[in-house]
Nanobody, 124 residues
Framework: QVQLVESGGGLVQPGGSLRLSCTHS????????MRWYRQPPGKQRELVAT???????YYADSAKGRFTISRDNAKNTVYLQMNSLKPEDTAVYYC??????????????????WGQGTQVTVSS
């Protein structure tokens, strides 16, 4: 089991920046993906950014050019740097990890875990 703890959320003015952190327990799988999701008020949860165990990154269109996902393996922490924040970025942000194996030419999800979420509010 992997424990995930998010931090860094808060209230910020439009155009401002925040850096979210997701500190996790040790991951023993060699193949995994760390993701940031968000859930705006009254809406469904949506994927924001992904970083894989091999270092590949993916961003939702809404995050491209403004958000950066990164990790510090020595600290067991994944970050989401958010710049040029907009009111529509207001949401609860969740950290997620997918643990995977590879066999038969394809990847298989073995387990996934979620953090408790951190609130980001963008408002003047």
């Amino acid at each position: 089991q992997v424990q995930l703890v998010e931090s860094g959320g808060g209230l910020v003015q439009p155009g401002g920046s925040l850096r979210l952190s997701c500190t996790h327990s040790k991951i023993i799988f060699s193949i995994y993906a760390m993701r940031w999701y968000r859930q705006p008020p009254g809406k469904q949860r949506e994927l924001v950014a992904t970083i894989t165990s091999s270092g590949g990154t993916y961003y939702a269109d809404s995050a491209k050019g403004r958000f950066t996902i990164s990790r510090d393996n020595a600290k067991n922490t994944v970050y989401l740097q958010m710049n040029s924040l907009k009111p529509e970025d207001t949401a609860v942000y969740y950290c997620n990890v997918d643990l995977m194996t590879y066999s038969g030419g394809s990847y298989h999800r073995e387990a996934d875990y979620w953090g408790q979420g951190t609130q980001v509010t963008v408002s003047s």
